[in-house]
């Protein structure tokens, strides 16, 4: 098991709307969920600029993880989420 932490300002709500929309069909393509969510994360050390929301994603594997990233079917998607705002996602595990 591997996990992404998503960090998200979002500045256009209705390209969100949009990705949101299309979100749960490209993470279950890979077999991924999400674990964890806050529209309101609450910092408890550290200046750096604090997300609008973040998410913590579960994928079974490294190379799924990557491959939910990279699928071409899936650029419009991640564009959305892209256009929706500010976006930072890291692997752990």
Known sequence: MIYAVVQLTVTDPEAFKAYAQKAGA??????AKPEAM??????????????????????PDKDAALGWINDPELQET??????????????IG
């Open 26 to 31: 490209a993470l279950a393509k890979y077999n």
């Open 38 to 59: 806050s529209a309101e994360p609450t910092r408890i050390e550290g200046d750096s600029p604090l997300p609008g929301r973040v998410v913590l994603l579960s994928f």
């Open 78 to 91: 991640h564009a959305l989420r892209r256009d929706s705002g500010t976006c930072d996602i890291t692997l």
